[in-house]
């Protein structure tokens, strides 16, 4: 009896193994399909799913196999529902179906043995290459001893994948094995839910792994041998060969540490990139099917690496001790790799379709070889899901912002050249455009669009910006980029946006932060249907409530990512946020107005009281910034009423001209005009508040005695109010003072002074070349000693107005004798001298106008600029001897005879005074001319009259002259008297 129980407890618990093998085993089977297939489901949001928007799209076999494995040992289920149950291409069996079919289980193959019998697999399960082929078990009868060496097919593959604990080991035959350069540390380790940390993964034990091919690190050398012996004499096994591929290119440990440089501590890129065009260029002649073959391992190789960094990604970025730098430096350079590969595949493409030409290639699809088929689908598709699978490990980093590891890639990416970058953020422009959609996004930071927008986000960062202040501060203060600012605009995707939607999303993401934030906009007690129809409702073009305000979507906008957005659209965004606070001011003083209506019917009884009342409101009632100007006393009158007024700096500005008898109604053109002749003035050498550069024609602060700050604010003010009303003004300032008004503290300003990372040799060259080429002569200078040459001491003499030439020295203590500039300190020297010139000697001005610019427009909008934006934003194109001519002819439209006078008889100073004449500025708008309204109106039959202008709205007053002679003459009479106003 004993026995008999003993031996029932054993075919249970047997019975139990078997019936948990098989249930594990059909989970696995549910998942892989829905990895390759996927649930069918239009709105699937399951990421693991192949039909989930989003989602994991394009797995290998390979690939989904190791994942399906993950998703099956893990707790908890992540199998699509439909109609409220687990989706599954293979409908379970009961327990008593599964032991009815019992009989039947060695005519059919379960699912894993037939597809790792299948030829994907093959190298898999064949350990070295030498291994035979796993066969299934025969359907003949066995002994206990034969069973221990005749054991089933599914031995093999647990045993590879160390599924089977100790008491479960069967006994194998020792197989041989090359010898490698470098043992796998963990290799697709199985997370589990508490997710083990990356270091506990990365185990020399082999039991851990799951994949039997070990890594191994080669150089150029060593590859190009290889690829000799597969290709050429073809001495290798194509089995080999394929291991070869797999054991460098799918693992960080392998392609991490191989291809390196002298220092061992970067990758090769020229090496690397001569390898890979060595594996992807082919004789047009004659196809090589082994070439092929290697250049399909790398790309599944690829993207199993990727797919193994997607799902060890949080391990790493939790890292944050020295004892992981190999392993993240191993990351670093094994993305790079990624990136090179598809940078040569998109070059390979590119090369083919320039030597045959597209159409030349579609017509021959026909007449080629299937080898030539496979070769071009090969490098596009793999382009295409490698780029997809890049850009998910890059979101995922990008979005650690205090991770180690994503300071470790941005100084790697940091050394990409400039080919390199343009190819990936064209890539990346490409897949943004293909993937575009507008919200809600429901999948949030696994979105598509949000994903490639982190990895364009990263790499903005890295090409332009200062790294070390990037994380300390919002700092867009471009040094030596890679690729200019301009590379990573996207004109096709500004042109699908709506920008006063968007502008809306923006404020409410500025608000509350980019995400999810459903209780912030729910109400207690309020039904779904009620909190939808308020907010849609109560949605204005004031208002900041979202367009997709539902629960718990994800609160994303374009604007957070300016570096996408032209100069053109960011000054849309800037007058938009200019507008809406005019809107604020605008409805203030309304509502003060009426209160003061209804005080004086109250108060009708009281004069003397209503007297001083309406004296004391009229400000407040007023619903415009009015300043009243007489020509003779223009910046005397300016700052003055500016002073008084300065509570209504946020309205709409309306000027007046007095005292002339100008009648003029300020509708946009008399403003423009106000500007003009302000900012003409105030840099002339009359006032003597700037000085001009004779060769550049820049303006730039003037050293003078008594120092007036106060004027420097004003002007400061007047700047910030030009740009708040949408005028462009007509300065020019050196660009080192436009990246100091867009930094957003003084204190960041000196950090960087002090630090010499702001007014630098090349700033002080584009404003003034002749001092800068002398410093720079001084710097290159090789033929002997500086000092016996240049005779320069370490100091500086500038001309101060009041005081003639000062000399100031530029030792680090002042109180130090002045020493001569040598070979070994005029580097120093050179930064010493550029810092005091631009900065020390004319800090408080810059301070004070910079203070005053902000007073005005200091908001968010104005962060979204970098200082070569924020320039054309407020003066338009640049002017000058390196200014582009004026095409006139994007304005042309009707007057045939107007437009050949103005394109054949006009030279470009008069074309810049019918611009003048026309709209009261001859600025170019950022975009060009084509962004400007200009309109021709016929105004009564031919006469005597001069042509007139409503400055205001654009528009030319032309009489129909009677030939092209007269029409000249009576034009070029009338923009060079373009001076005063009156009412038509």
Same mark, same amino acid.
């Given at each position: ?10 075919l ?61 040992s ?20 009961s327990?008593?179906?599964k ?24 190298? *898999? ?19 206990k ?21 100790n =008491? ?7 197989k ?34 799951? *994949? ?17 012996r ?7 096994s ?25 220092n ?5 890129l ?15 002649k004659?196809k ?27 391990g ?8 992981h ?5 191993? +990351? ?5 790799? &990624? ?5 040569c ?66 100084? &790697? ?11 990936l ?9 293909d ?13 598509? &669009? ?46 699908? *946006? ?52 539902f ?68 400000s ?16 005397s009158? =300016? ?17 007046k ?42 303006? +730039? ?6 120092q ?8 400061? &003010? ?8 949408g ?11 436009w ?22 040799l090349?700033?002080?060259e584009?404003? +003034? ?29 500038m ?16 109180d ?21 010139f ?37 003066c ?22 107007? +437009? ?38 016929r ?38 008297? =373009? ?6």
């Amino acid at each position: 009896m004993k026995f008999e129980k003993k031996k029932s407890n054993k075919l249970y618990r047997k019975e139990k193994l078997r019936e948990a093998k098989n249930e594990y085993e059909e989970r696995i089977e549910e998942y892989f399909q829905q990895l390759t297939i996927g649930c069918q489901q239009l709105e699937c949001r399951n990421k693991f799913c192949a039909s989930g928007r989003g989602g994991i799209l394009s797995l290998q076999p390979q690939a989904a196999l190791i994942m399906s494995i993950q998703l099956a040992s893990m707790p908890g289920s992540r199998l699509c529902v439909v109609n409220g149950k687990n989706h599954s291409s293979v409908p379970k069996a009961s327990v008593t179906q599964k032991k009815k079919k019992d009989s039947q289980e060695q005519q059919t193959k379960p699912f894993l043995q037939s597809l790792f019998t299948s030829t994907p697999f093959m190298g *898999l399960l064949n350990k070295g290459g030498d291994q035979e082929s796993i066969k299934p078990v025969e359907s003949v009868p066995c002994t206990k001893e034969d069973d221990m060496d005749h054991h089933h097919w599914s031995t093999d593959f647990w045993k590879l994948f160390s599924h089977f604990s100790n =008491t479960h080991q069967v006994k194998e035959k020792e197989k041989e094995k090359e010898p490698v350069a470098v043992s796998d540390e963990g290799y697709y380790q199985i997370d589990h839910d508490e997710r083990n940390s990356l270091s506990d993964s990365c185990s020399e034990d082999s039991e851990g792994m799951l *994949l039997a091919i070990p890594p191994i690190s080669v150089n150029l050398d060593h590859a190009v041998e290889y690829l000799h012996r597969a290709i050429v004499t073809q001495s290798i096994s194509e089995e080999k060969m394929d291991t070869w591929c797999r054991s460098i290119f799918q693992s960080w440990e392998g392609i991490g540490n191989s291809f390196l440089c002298s220092n061992k501590l970067d990758i090769n890129l020229d090496e690397l990139t001569r390898f890979y065009q060595l594996v992807i260029h082919q004789d047009r002649k004659s196809k090589n099917i082994r070439q092929i073959r290697i250049i399909e391992a790398i790309c599944d190789s690829f993207e199993t690496l990727l797919d193994r960094m997607c799902l060890n990604v949080d391990g790493v970025t939790d890292m944050d001790d020295m004892s992981h730098v190999r392993i993240m430096n191993e +990351w670093c350079r094994s993305i790079t790799a &990624v990136i090179q590969w598809i940078i040569c595949c998109k070059e390979n493409k590119y090369k083919e379709e320039q030597q045959d030409g597209l159409a030349t290639l579609v017509a021959k699809l026909d007449d080629i070889s299937t080898s030539q088929k496979r070769t071009a689908s090969i490098a596009s598709t793999s382009q295409i899901i490698l780029m997809q699978k890049l850009i998910q490990v890059l979101s995922k980093l990008a979005q650690k912002k205090e991770s180690v590891i994503r300071k470790k890639l941005l100084n &790697v990416l940091a050394c990409l050249d400039s080919d390199r970058m343009n190819y990936l953020v064209q890539d990346l422009h490409q897949y943004l455009l293909d993937h575009y959609h507008t919200g809600p996004y429901k999948h949030g930071l696994e979105d598509t &669009v949000i994903m490639t927008l982190k990895c364009l986000e990263l790499l903005s960062n890295i090409s332009f910006f200062f790294l070390f202040f990037l994380d300390q501060a919002n700092m867009k203060i471009p040094t030596c980029p890679i690729i200019p600012a301009s590379s990573f605009y996207s004109d096709p995707i500004c042109k699908k *946006l709506n920008i006063k939607n968007e502008y809306r999303i923006w404020k409410r993401v500025l608000l509350y932060g980019e995400g999810r934030h459903s209780t912030l906009i729910t109400r207690q007690g309020e039904t779904e249907y009620q909190r939808r129809s308020r907010l849609f409702m109560t949605t204005t073009s004031n208002s900041t409530m979202l367009a997709y305000p539902f629960e718990n979507e994800y609160q994303f906008s374009w604007f957070s990512y300016p570096f996408l957005l032209s100069p053109s659209i960011k000054r849309k965004i800037v007058l938009i946020d200019a507008m809406s606070q005019m809107s604020l001011e605008y409805e203030d003083a309304c509502v003060n107005h009426t209160l003061v209506v209804h005080a004086q019917k109250l108060l009708s009884e009281a004069p003397r009281m209503l007297k001083n009342l309406e004296t004391n409101l009229r400000s407040a009632t007023c619903p415009y910034l009015l300043l009243e100007i007489r020509r003779e006393y223009f910046i005397s009158d =300016t700052f003055s009423q500016m002073s008084r007024k300065w509570c209504d700096l946020k309205k709409p500005l309306k000027v007046k001209f007095i005292e002339g008898g100008e009648e003029g109604m300020d509708q946009g053109g008399v403003q423009k005009e106000f500007f003009g002749v302000l900012f003409e003035k105030l840099v002339s050498s009359e006032v003597g508040l700037f000085s001009q550069d004779e060769s550049t024609h820049l303006c +730039w602060i003037r050293s003078v005695m008594d120092q007036d700050i106060r004027a420097y604010e004003m002007i400061g &003010v007047m700047m910030g109010l030009s740009i708040y009303n949408g005028v462009i003004m007509n300065l020019q300032f050196s660009r080192i003072l436009w990246k100091v008004l867009v930094i957003p503290n003084e204190s960041l300003i000196d950090a960087m002074a002090q630090r010499q990372l702001l007014f630098t040799l090349e700033d002080l060259e584009e404003g +003034w070349p002749a001092l800068g080429n002398g410093l720079r002569q001084l710097l290159n200078w090789s033929d002997g000693e500086v000092e016996a040459v240049f005779c320069r001491d370490y100091e500086i003499s500038m001309y101060v107005f009041g005081r003639g030439v000062v000399t100031t020295s530029l030792m680090p203590n002042k109180d130090d004798p002045v020493v001569p500039v040598t070979n070994e300190n005029r580097e120093q020297y050179v930064k010493d001298y550029c810092t005091y010139f631009m900065y020390t000697a004319q800090k408080e001005q810059i301070f004070a106008l910079r203070r005053g610019m902000w007073s005005v427009i200091g908001s968010r909008a104005l962060s979204l600029c970098t200082y070569e934006e924020l320039e054309m934003v407020a003066c338009g194109l640049r002017q000058g001897p390196d200014s582009l001519e004026l095409n006139l002819a994007e304005l042309e439209s009707v007057a045939e005879q107007f +437009w050949s006078v103005v394109h054949h008889d006009l030279s470009n100073e008069q074309k810049k005074q019918l611009l003048l004449f026309v709209t009261a500025s001859d600025r170019v708008p950022v975009g060009g001319l084509k962004e400007l309204s200009f309109y021709i109106q016929r105004n009564g039959p031919d006469s005597d009259r001069l042509p007139t202008a409503l400055t205001c709205f654009s528009r030319l007053l032309l009489p129909e002259y009677s030939n092209r002679q007269k029409l000249k003459d009576r034009l070029i009479t009338a923009i060079e008297n =373009t001076k005063g106003f009156g009412l038509v």
